[in-house]
């Protein structure tokens, strides 16, 4: 079983009653990808794991694989009426003891800042950014009792924005600067704020994300997005890839579970080579980094031909 360390990995000063509930963690977002393996893994390793779900149908496999351990729950993080009937579900079994809170939700649509419609980037914002926090802010009372940990799972791309993605870059650079007022905020109730920030992950956010987000620039009008033809071409390819290249969901859950268990969680766990290497290219002057970008993306970027746009995607 996996021993969940409080934030300084001092005894819980609460009442014996509640030193004898047994601790679990919530997962949001474990229908799939990093959230599903999370789940997975914590309860294989004997932790109690409320896992967030947007269909029943999404438990089935959880519950079959989980060795018992995996309570799915259906958990809305956008919807606050669900987040309060998730805490009522959780503060109700006087069997548990919250003592993990990973915040996994996430949505992604790629597109120039142009042509996405605001509300679209809305959306990305009310699961990434307001949903995380909305999340906190529910469970943070009985994160509280047990002096517990938060989890975030942000990007890389809440480091560094790519051509593309600036609207799910936005959201992630959001939870960023949350996550370091929080880290600050909470220490004096034990609390501890960690951030994981993947690169490319083998997950189906992308994949999905491709239909849904060529299915948008379809509709945009056709003299504005001509000039961005090469570089949607590129970055669509890239983004399907990222179920070849990019490292499996379960590093990444690794990297939760160290900070959820590691005696001195860190502030931030950065996962895979090229998170390092992007991490890295964040850090150089703009020109630079703008220069190292475009040539990345083989000029891509340079003035496009409106005519060979207009034939499509």
Do not use: C
Not at 231 to 244: G, K, S, V
């Amino acid at each position: 079983m996996i021993a969940l360390a409080t934030s300084n990995g001092k005894s819980h000063p609460e009442s014996d009653s509640t030193l004898r509930r047994q601790g679990a963690v919530l997962v949001t977002g474990a229908s799939s990808g990093i959230g599903y393996a999370t789940a997975l893994r914590l309860a294989r390793n004997g932790t109690i794991v409320f896992a967030g779900i947007r269909r029943q149908i999404d438990g089935e496999s959880l519950l079959r694989e989980g060795a018992g351990n995996i309570k799915p729950m259906l958990l809305d993080v956008a919807d606050a009426t669900s987040l309060l009937r998730a805490r009522a579900k959780i503060d109700g079994s006087r069997e548990y003891r919250l003592d993990g809170l990973v915040n996994n939700a996430g949505t992604a649509l790629a597109g120039p800042l142009e042509l996405l419609p605001i509300a679209e980037i809305r959306k990305q914002f009310e699961v990434n950014f307001f949903g995380a926090l909305a999340t906190i802010q529910t469970f943070l009372p009985l994160l509280r009792e047990s002096r517990g940990r938060i989890v975030n799972v942000s990007s890389i791309s809440g480091k560094l924005a790519a051509p593309l993605i600036g609207a799910y870059a936005a959201s992630k650079f959001a939870l960023e600067a949350a996550s370091d007022a929080l880290r600050v905020e909470l220490r004096p109730f034990g609390i501890s704020v960690s951030v994981i920030e993947p690169g490319s992950v083998g997950t189906p956010l992308w994949r999905r994300s491709t239909a849904a987000s060529l299915k948008l620039l379809d509709e945009a009008p056709l003299e504005r997005r001509a000039g961005y033809d090469a570089t949607i071409r590129l970055m669509m390819r890239r983004a399907q890839q990222h179920d070849l290249r990019g490292v499996g969901p379960e590093r990444v859950a690794r990297a939760i579970e160290r900070a959820l268990t590691a005696h001195r969680p860190q502030a931030r766990y950065l996962v895979g080579i090229d998170a390092r290497l992007r991490l890295l290219l964040a850090r150089l002057p703009e020109p630079l980094r703008d220069f190292v970008i475009t040539a990345a993306l083989g000029g891509a970027m340079r003035r496009s031909d409106p005519v060979a746009g207009a034939r499509g995607w």
